[in-house]
């Protein structure tokens, strides 16, 4: 018979007067963290709420008139609906800095660059930790009233849906976003028309349009290029989220620095700094050079000097290979039109991004070049790429080049559960909300009594257990299981009894992240948690890159040894990970497992929701808990010496792993009191959360990059502008003097110092050097003094040189330096030289050094 074709028509609600704002809600992405006004969007219709996968603005489009109609009825529901207002107000008027103080002027504006964003669900322009991380980095800025702007893409498939079948075949599915499903709006100028760019590609010009979602005080500024104006294949350029080959990249990575700075000037916005947040958004260097070439006249060295010095550059990637590069063929058919502006060759902007290792163009080494503030986002992190780096500062040692760190941070108030929240309200009152990064407010956890920390920890977790109970039926059904069998599987995911202890692992299944390392032994996994008396669960979740089989294998092999009798119902592996499964899953679990190959982990952030929420960690000493580790918060397996063989070292790790599983985790856990729950347990939880949580949070990281860098960068910037780029000029022109002359310019001890004084005297250096046309203030001659049996840089006094006369004939100059250490016993010492000005912003920027 002959059915006809399904049309579809959407009728949308009239949202009564009464109700208006909730537009306003539904367009804020303030959602995104406060869960108070998500939950007002719920109890409207909470069945709907799940089936529109926490979207507010789609929910509003297709809620029932008559629920609405109630809800302006609803006494209840109206004086929460005033609250969640009146709450959004206060926050939207109340201009004050939070959680640091107002260190930028009020001229200052930071532009933060990224190909992703995280905020919520509902909004999937992200694919994992970077994602997340910067939509904290936003969230934020908002709170503590950062003048602020952020740019990215606005993807129509970034964050792909996952099923996971029988056989744990990871099928992933891409679903286009419409636009007006999204918290966006186009953006508009002053005069109400809508911002469109242009940006040039080989042999065309692109028009982009600039969409705003609004965070808080925060506006995220994203670009897309799906308009009719443009050619079929250059209105998909911002389709996918890392998809398509080296050639889309570049493409979208073109889009988004250069189209970034566009769009922001078209907007009439002037950042005073500019955050890279990953090499992905570098090339913004590149168009903030050539305005200056082509509108100030500026020579390319010295507009390179001004936009670097109030540039700040992240670098998330522990492994060179992972930093994003292109063909010379690529960037010279791409960047023509540039060269001819910049006047200079291709060979000379192929050099921006040229390092020793490869003959490509590296994003990384242009982010470095052109940026004067530059971190890692760990301790650990910081040092490797310190390494990884080190060959644009060729003559300086790792330890000292410009690299540093800023530890990531997460957003409590989006990954704190609500019941911490509300408890915390009640124990501390509001203030803990300004104290966030105060660790010692937080010591005061142990006001909070065990009994009461402990059912908190316990309805949170009944509630995870809900989800995850939930999402399995719906897998198992849709792969037509048993209900018997289902009883199987959840045997331990009973959120009526939260007492088995819960093992959480849930991130982007990358292979260094070793989801599968807790499966190196069978045999002895199977004995730790055979006890009956002493259940464990382990659950897992996350997506691997479409792209990347060895990860999909991982999920494969979970979902395996999920299904064999000895693991059943101890090992889930749990379909459709994102931001909503993530909040709940860090809440609820007891421990949260991470056991990456070390140095691999940058920094890792989901350990540092978990901890917040109460949740142990048990990880390998990487990324951020290579400082978060305390002895007392957790637990770490030490990482085996990178120099083994990759089945060694996970042998060993994974040995290290069941040892603190058997002796440590479940012995604690299960030690329970008369108070049915282990005073030890709780113990530790609270040491997780008071630690944690005010030291890896993104309120105190956005702090220290407005004092590390955001400060310095926007002061550096001033300077080298004031009066037409004169110190943009004079720096570049020094530089350039220096390095033409530095090769050749030598050190010479003049005679050999004593080497045995009495304490109190003074000994003598002089050194002679060879200045090849420099001179003596060019140059810092340095004497480093320590003791023998340290190691590091850092132990090192500096003490420094003055420069004495000149020998006119050999035109040699002549340091010297008098010195009565106040140590005794034996000492090392070192002298060298080095470039020195006093507009640089690092002394050693320059990356040259001589040393005798
Ligand atoms: C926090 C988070 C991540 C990052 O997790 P890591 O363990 O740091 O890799 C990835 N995805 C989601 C959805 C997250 O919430």
Same mark, same amino acid.
């Given at each position: 018979?002959?059915?006809?074709?399904?049309?579809?028509?959407?009728?949308?609600?009239?949202?009564?007067?009464?109700?208006?704002?909730?537009?306003?809600?539904?367009?804020?992405?303030?959602?995104?963290?406060?869960?108070?006004?998500?939950?007002?969007?719920?109890?409207?219709?909470?069945?709907?709420?799940?089936?529109?996968?926490?979207?507010?603005?789609?929910?509003?489009?297709?809620?029932?008139?008559?629920r609405?109609?109630?809800?302006?009825?609803?006494?209840?529901?109206?004086?929460?609906?005033?609250?969640?207002?009146?709450?959004?107000?206060?926050?939207?008027?109340?201009?004050?800095h939070?959680?640091?103080?107002?260190?930028?002027k009020?001229?200052?504006?930071?532009?933060?660059?990224?190909?992703?964003?995280?905020?919520?669900?509902?909004?999937?322009?992200?694919?994992?930790g970077?994602?997340?991380?910067?939509?904290?980095?936003c969230?934020?800025?908002?709170?503590?009233?950062?003048?602020f702007?952020a740019?990215?893409?606005?993807?129509?498939?970034?964050?792909?849906?996952?099923?996971?079948?029988?056989?744990g075949?990871?099928?992933?599915t891409?679903?286009?976003?419409?636009?007006?499903?999204?918290?966006?709006?186009?953006?508009?100028?002053?005069?109400?028309?809508?911002?469109?760019?242009?940006?040039?590609?080989?042999?065309?010009?692109?028009?982009?349009?600039?969409?705003?979602?609004?965070?808080?005080?925060?506006?995220?500024?994203?670009?897309?290029?799906?308009l009719?104006?443009?050619?079929?294949?250059?209105?998909?350029?911002?389709?996918?989220?890392?998809?398509?080959?080296?050639?889309?990249?570049?493409?979208?990575?073109?889009?988004?620095?250069?189209?970034?700075?566009?769009?922001?000037?078209?907007?009439?916005?002037?950042?005073?700094?500019?955050?890279?947040?990953?090499?992905?958004?570098?090339?913004?260097?590149l168009?903030?050079?050539?305005?200056?070439?082509?509108?100030?006249?500026l020579?390319f060295?010295?507009?390179?000097?001004?936009?670097a010095?109030?540039?700040?550059?992240?670098?998330?990637?522990?492994?060179?290979?992972?930093?994003?590069?292109?063909?010379?063929?690529?960037i010279?058919?791409?960047f023509?039109?540039?060269?001819?502006?910049?006047?200079?060759?291709?060979?000379?902007?192929m050099?921006?991004?040229?390092?020793?290792?490869?003959?490509?163009?590296?994003?990384?080494?242009?982010?470095i070049?052109?940026?004067?503030?530059?971190?890692?986002?760990?301790?650990?992190?910081?040092?490797?790429?310190?390494?990884?780096c080190?060959?644009?500062?060729?003559?300086?040692?790792?330890?000292?080049?410009?690299?540093?760190?800023?530890?990531?941070?997460?957003?409590?108030?989006?990954?704190?559960?609500?019941?911490?929240?509300?408890?915390?309200?009640?124990?501390?009152?509001?203030?803990?909300?300004?104290?966030?990064?105060?660790?010692?407010?937080?010591?005061?956890?142990?006001?909070?009594p065990?009994?009461?920390?402990?059912?908190?920890?316990?309805?949170?977790?009944a509630?995870?257990?809900?989800?995850?109970?939930?999402?399995?039926?719906?897998?198992?059904?849709?792969?037509?299981?048993?209900?018997?069998?289902?009883?199987?599987?959840?045997?331990?995911?009973?959120?009526?009894?939260?007492n088995?202890?819960?093992?959480?692992?849930?991130?982007?299944? +990358?292979?260094?992240?070793? %989801?599968?390392? /807790?499966?190196?032994?069978?045999? !002895?996994?199977? =004995?730790?948690?055979?006890? #009956? @008396?002493?259940?464990?669960?382990?659950l897992?979740?996350?997506?691997?890159?479409?792209?990347?089989?060895?990860?999909?294998?991982?999920?494969?092999?979970?979902?395996?040894?999920?299904?064999?009798?000895?693991?059943?119902?101890?090992?889930?592996?749990?379909?459709?990970?994102?931001?909503?499964?993530?909040?709940?899953?860090?809440?609820?679990?007891?421990?949260?497992?991470?056991?990456?190959?070390?140095?691999?982990?940058a920094?890792g952030?989901?350990?540092?929701? +978990?901890?917040?929420?109460? %949740?142990?960690? /048990?990880?390998?000493?990487?990324? !951020?808990?290579? =400082?978060?580790?305390?002895? #007392? @918060?957790?637990?770490?397996?030490?990482?085996?010496?990178?120099?083994?063989?990759?089945?060694?070292?996970?042998?060993?790790?994974?040995?290290?792993?069941?040892?603190?599983?058997?002796?440590?985790?479940?012995?604690?856990?299960?030690?329970?009191?008369?108070?049915?729950?282990?005073?030890?347990?709780?113990?530790?939880?609270?040491?997780?959360?008071?630690?944690?949580?005010?030291?890896?949070?993104?309120?105190?990281?956005?702090?220290?990059?407005?004092?590390?860098?955001?400060?310095?960068?926007?002061?550096?910037?001033?300077?080298?502008?004031?009066?037409?780029f004169?110190?943009?000029?004079?720096?570049?022109?020094?530089?350039?003097?220096?390095?033409?002359?530095?090769?050749?310019?030598?050190?010479r001890?003049?005679?050999n110092?004593?080497?045995?004084?009495?304490?109190?005297?003074?000994?003598?250096?002089?050194?002679?050097?060879?200045?090849?046309?420099?001179?003596?203030?060019?140059?810092?001659?340095?004497?480093?003094?320590?003791?023998p049996?340290?190691?590091?840089?850092?132990?090192?006094?500096?003490?420094?040189?003055?420069?004495?006369?000149?020998n006119?004939?050999?035109?040699?100059?002549?340091?010297?330096?008098?010195?009565?250490?106040?140590?005794?016993?034996?000492?090392?010492?070192?002298?060298?030289?080095?470039?020195?000005?006093?507009?640089?912003?690092?002394?050693?920027?320059?990356?040259l050094?001589?040393?005798?």
């Open positions: 018979m002959k059915q006809g074709t399904t049309f579809t028509l959407e009728v949308n609600p009239k949202i009564p007067r009464k109700l208006i704002r909730l537009e306003e809600l539904a367009n804020n992405l303030w959602y995104s963290w406060d869960k108070p006004t998500r939950t007002l969007f719920a109890r409207l219709h909470p069945g709907l709420w799940d089936a529109v996968a926490h979207n507010p603005k789609v929910f509003l489009r297709r809620v029932d008139e008559k609405l109609l109630d809800a302006v009825e609803d006494q209840v529901f109206l004086a929460t609906y005033n609250r969640v207002l009146s709450a959004f107000d206060t926050y939207h008027h109340e201009m004050v939070h959680n640091g103080e107002a260190h930028l009020e001229v200052d504006l930071v532009a933060y660059f990224c190909a992703e964003f995280g905020f919520h669900e509902s909004f999937p322009i992200y694919s994992g970077l994602g997340i991380l910067a939509g904290d980095h969230k934020a800025a908002s709170d503590m009233y950062v003048p702007v740019v990215g893409l606005l993807y129509r498939q970034g964050y792909f849906t996952q099923t996971i079948d029988n056989d075949n990871q099928i992933a891409h679903t286009d976003s419409d636009f007006a499903d999204l918290p966006v709006a186009p953006a508009l100028r002053d005069d109400g028309s809508e911002v469109h760019i242009t940006v040039e590609l080989p042999g065309r010009q692109v028009t982009v349009k600039v969409w705003q979602a609004i965070a808080g005080h925060v506006r995220l500024y994203l670009l897309d290029t799906d009719e104006v443009n050619a079929p294949e250059d209105r998909d350029i911002a389709h996918q989220l890392y998809g398509g080959d080296r050639t889309m990249r570049l493409m979208q990575e073109i889009i988004l620095g250069v189209g970034g700075v566009r769009a922001l000037q078209e907007l009439g916005l002037k950042p005073s700094v500019w955050h890279i947040n990953e090499g992905h958004a570098a090339f913004l260097i168009e903030r050079v050539r305005q200056l070439v082509t509108r100030q006249g020579d060295a010295s507009a390179l000097e001004a936009v010095a109030n540039t700040v550059f992240t670098t998330h990637t522990p492994v060179p290979a992972g930093h994003d590069h292109f063909t010379e063929k690529m010279t058919d791409y023509q039109s540039f060269c001819l502006d910049l006047k200079i060759s291709t060979a000379d902007l050099n921006l991004g040229l390092t020793p290792e490869s003959p490509e163009f590296n994003m990384t080494a242009l982010a070049r052109g940026s004067r503030h530059q971190n890692g986002v760990s301790r650990i992190h910081g040092k490797v790429s310190s390494h990884i080190s060959t644009l500062w060729p003559d300086v040692l790792p330890e000292e080049n410009p690299m540093s760190h800023v530890t990531n941070g997460v957003h409590v108030a989006t990954f704190l559960a609500q019941e911490w929240a509300d408890l915390f309200d009640n124990v501390f009152g509001y203030e803990w909300r300004h104290r966030l990064s105060d660790p010692g407010f937080w010591s005061r956890i142990d006001e909070i065990d009994q009461l920390f402990w059912s908190v920890r316990q309805s949170l977790k509630q995870m257990l809900q989800l995850v109970r939930f999402r399995k039926s719906a897998q198992h059904f849709r792969q037509h299981g048993s209900e018997s069998h289902l009883d199987r599987v959840l045997k331990h995911v009973d959120s009526f009894d939260p088995v202890l819960t093992i959480g692992f849930a991130r982007r299944f +990358a292979t260094y992240k070793r %989801a599968a390392l /807790l499966f190196e032994n069978l045999t !002895w996994l199977k =004995e730790i948690i055979s006890d #009956t @008396n002493r259940p464990v669960v382990f897992f979740a996350g997506k691997a890159h479409p792209a990347d089989q060895p990860g999909q294998d991982l999920i494969r092999q979970i979902t395996s040894i999920s299904h064999m009798p000895e693991f059943e119902g101890k090992v889930l592996m749990v379909e459709g990970y994102d931001l909503g499964l993530a909040r709940r899953l860090v809440s609820g679990v007891d421990v949260w497992l991470n056991n990456p190959v070390y140095p691999l982990e920094s952030t989901s350990g540092m929701k +978990a901890g917040m929420n109460g %949740a142990i960690n /048990l990880s390998v000493l990487d990324g !951020w808990w290579g =400082e978060g580790y305390d002895g #007392t @918060n957790g637990w770490a397996i030490k990482p085996a010496p990178t120099y083994m063989e990759d089945y060694r070292r996970n042998k060993e790790e994974s040995q290290t792993l069941y040892e603190i599983l058997q002796d440590r985790v479940l012995p604690a856990y299960y030690e329970r009191g008369k108070m049915g729950y282990s005073p030890d347990w709780v113990k530790m939880s609270k040491r997780s959360m008071a630690t944690i949580l005010p030291r890896f949070n993104s309120a105190r990281m956005v702090g220290e990059y407005v004092s590390k860098f955001y400060v310095p960068a926007s002061h550096q910037g001033r300077r080298y502008e004031q009066e037409n004169a110190g943009a000029k004079l720096l570049s022109a020094w530089k350039n003097r220096i390095r033409s002359a530095w090769p050749d310019v030598s050190l001890l003049l005679y110092a004593s080497k045995r004084i009495h304490f109190g005297d003074a000994v003598r250096f002089d050194v002679a050097l060879k200045m090849k046309g420099l001179e003596a203030d060019d140059v810092l001659v340095e004497l480093l003094l320590r003791r049996n340290k190691q590091d840089m850092s132990d090192y006094l500096h003490f420094t040189f003055s420069f004495q006369n000149m006119a004939e050999t035109g040699e100059h002549f340091f010297s330096l008098e010195l009565s250490p106040d140590l005794c016993g034996r000492l090392d010492y070192k002298i060298r030289a080095y470039p020195s000005h006093e507009l640089l912003t690092h002394p050693l920027e320059m990356g050094m001589q040393w005798l």
